[in-house]
């Protein structure tokens, strides 16, 4: 079964991530702070494992419109 871990984001994390050669410009921290900041909301970092096994990771953004909390992961296009 899939889970996902969210994890705090730091150097090390940045670091992994951008060895991942399917990796977007979306997925920077340059990109999610600027994205945050314009639209007051929380980068959110996670990883997806399957069985206890790291399997892959998780970008997002959580916002809030109108009282609803959305989680929004940016994509190509």
Known sequence: MLRLHRVEPGAGLWADRATYP???????PEWLNFVAECQ???PLLATVTDGGQPVGHFTGLLS???GVRILGSPMAG
């Open 22 to 28: 399917d990796r977007l410009i979306f997925h920077t």
């Open 64 to 66: 809030r419109r109108f």
């Open 40 to 42: 007051r909301a929380e």
